[in-house]
Nanobody, 120 residues
Framework: QVQLVESGGGLVQPGGSLRLSCVVSGSIFSINAMGWYRQAPGKQREWVATITSGGSSNYPDSVKGRFTISRDNAKNTLYLQMNSLKPEDTAVYSC??????????????WGQGTQVTVSS
């Protein structure tokens, strides 16, 4: 019913930047909060950023000041601008969205993830 597809990952040197995108498609009536998470090998999934439908955002201290989450509601697209990247930012980054379907039911959906590798 709903698909989330991330893009924009890749290999970047420390100090570099990347911009991730997440396109939401399907039987969508509206989208509430959206977020980014990451999981490094051997570690638990970690919250990276959240943005409400009104545009309010939150970040953990580990990325605050370096990462910026944004969304284009007209395009059902979520973004994550990542600056000053560090090797410890290396992980698979996934997006999620709380979606109100055209049936008016509410569910949370996840994308498959995109690999971000920060290395010299």
């Amino acid at each position: 019913q709903v698909q989330l597809v991330e893009s924009g990952g890749g290999l970047v040197q420390p100090g570099g930047s990347l911009r991730l995108s997440c396109v939401v498609s399907g039987s969508i009536f509206s989208i509430n909060a959206m977020g980014w998470y990451r999981q490094a090998p051997g570690k638990q999934r970690e919250w990276v950023a959240t943005i409400t439908s009104g545009g309010s955002s939150n970040y953990p201290d580990s990325v605050k000041g370096r990462f910026t989450i944004s969304r284009d509601n007209a395009k059902n697209t979520l973004y994550l601008q990542m600056n000053s990247l560090k090797p410890e930012d290396t992980a698979v980054y996934s997006c999620n969205a709380e979606v109100v379907l055209t049936s008016r039911s509410l569910s949370i959906y996840w994308g498959q993830g995109t690999q971000v590798t920060v290395s010299s």
